[in-house]
């Protein structure tokens, strides 16, 4: 089993910033991608940003020149900075953790923008 602890969502304005964490623990043997994906009211869970073992990311076409995913040396953790953020990026952003065969999500954190 993986466990997601993520952290960082909350209330802000728009053109503000916010930094979203997730730790990975538990039986963590071959980590693969690292992503964050987000869910608005009454939409689908979509892709906000995604980073393999080798650093190579993907983005959203939403959220390209205004958010950054990265992850630390040990692999374990995945960070999502948003910068400019607008009332739309409002949702609750969930952490995906894919090793071989498996796919896990975290429980997932709100981020509010307001206007």
């Known amino acids: 089993q993986v466990q997601l602890l993520e952290s960082g969502g909350g209330l802000v304005q728009a053109g503000e910033s916010l930094r979203l964490s997730c730790a990975a623990s538990g039986s963590i043997f071959s980590i693969l991608d690292m992503g964050w994906y987000r869910q608005a009211p009454g939409k689908q869970r979509e892709l906000v940003a995604v980073?393999?073992?080798?650093?190579?990311?993907n983005y959203g076409d939403s959220v390209k020149g205004r958010f950054t995913i990265s992850r630390d040396s040990s692999q374990h953790s995945v960070y999502l900075q948003m910068n400019s953020l607008k009332p739309e990026d409002t949702a609750v952003y969930y952490c995906?953790?894919?090793?071989?065969?498996?796919?896990?999500w975290g429980q997932g954190t709100q981020v509010t923008v307001s206007s």
């Open positions: 995906n953790v894919v090793i071989p065969g498996r796919s896990y």
């Open positions: 980073i393999n073992f080798g650093g190579s990311t």
